[in-house]
Antibody, heavy 124, light 111 residues
Framework: QLQLQESGPGLVEPSETLSLTCTASGDSISSSSYYWGWIRQSPGRGLEWIAS???????YYNPSLKSRVTISVASSKNQFSLHLRSVTVADTAVYYC????????????????WGQGTLVTVSS | QSVLTQPPSVSGAPGQRVTISCTGS?????????VHWYQQLPGTAPKLLIYDNTNRPSGVPDRFSGSKSGASGSLAITGLQAEDEADYYCQSYDSNLSGWVFGGGTKLTVL
């Protein structure tokens, strides 16, 4: 049974870089059937997809965040990471990592397993 | 403003049936991309409820069902229970935005 766990600082200063890591246990992130992604939820708001990565190296970014985001994978550690640069208070949110099942084509995909989420507050 | 439109809230009494709509466009659901649904109980992470328009993951009660028609998807919950009170989100892919998108979410209140 796959378990995902986010880790990283809970407080980031404005203009700095938010860095989070997701550690997978119970399954390998090298599986060819999945992407691995990040989603966030601002306080009292809905869900926003941030980025996804395929173990082979393909990356996909939300166009509204693309200029500030990097997603990477460390297969040997069964981890993938998110870096969000030049953060502002608007980036305050619960950040979730998730496994993304690929069905019948690159973009036919859903999030079938989620981490518990980690709250990141941007404040000085 | 989400590209997938959901009603902000719905409500129903225990035992009743409610539906939640997810209206998209020709660049997402209407283009043939599937609709998926998630349930988010208070203070918890979202959980996959329906995938590929109509399919339930193992463990999801058959009280929950999904459908898709044209550029819209719909989630139906029959035999409402107090434990169903949660936020529900639809999700698809949008070719104009080149990314996966979520609806704004619907809060279900069990009266």
């Amino acid at each position: 049974q796959l378990q995902l766990q986010e880790s990283g600082p809970g407080l980031v200063e404005p203009s700095e870089t938010l860095s989070l890591t997701c550690t997978a246990s119970g399954d390998s992130i090298s599986s060819s059937s999945y992407y691995w992604g990040w989603i966030r939820q601002s306080p009292g708001r809905g869900l926003e997809w941030i980025a996804s990565i395929y173990e082979g190296g393909s990356t996909y970014y939300n166009p509204s965040l693309k200029s500030r985001v990097t997603i990477s994978v460390a297969s040997s550690k069964n981890q993938f990471s998110l870096h969000l640069r030049s953060v502002t208070v608007a980036d305050t949110a619960v950040y979730y990592c998730a496994r993304q099942k690929i069905v019948g084509g690159s973009f036919y995909s859903f999030f079938d397993n989620w981490g518990q989420g980690t709250l990141v507050t941007v404040s000085s | 403003q989400s590209v997938l439109t959901q009603p902000p809230s719905v409500s129903g009494a225990p035992g009743q049936r409610v539906t939640i709509s997810c209206t998209g466009s020709s660049s997402n659901i209407g283009a043939g991309y599937d609709v998926h649904w998630y349930q988010q109980l208070p203070g918890t992470a979202p959980k996959l409820l329906i995938y590929d328009n109509t399919n339930r993951p193992s463990g999801v009660p058959d009280r929950f069902s999904g459908s898709k028609s044209g550029a819209s998807g719909s989630l139906a919950i029959t035999g409402l229970q107090a434990e169903d009170e949660a936020d529900y989100y639809c999700q698809s892919y949008d070719s104009n935005l080149s990314g996966w998108v979520f609806g704004g979410g619907t809060k279900l209140t069990v009266l």
